[in-house]
């Protein structure tokens, strides 16, 4: 089975179908609000443990990577020229 994924969503690629789908939580501003929240198809449900072994396993990498990239200091200043 060949899987097309991205962070917010995985599907078989062959057929096109969603098999998981990450929900961001919702404030209600524009929509009804709602926690964050994973949508399984029924298809994927045997393996749930694994999916949302996986989520939280990339959820922390991609909350580390922001970290890093939050933390990263703004381009130095461009060194001295030579002087007139």
Known sequence: MDLDVSYEQM?????????????????????????AYLEVSTEVVRMLDQIILTFVYVESLRQKQHRHVARAPLMPPPPPGPSC
Do not use: D, I, Q, T
């Open 11 to 35: 599907k078989r690629a062959e057929s096109n179908v969603e098999l998981v789908r990450f929900h961001k939580k919702n404030l209600g501003m524009m929509k009804p609000s709602h926690p």
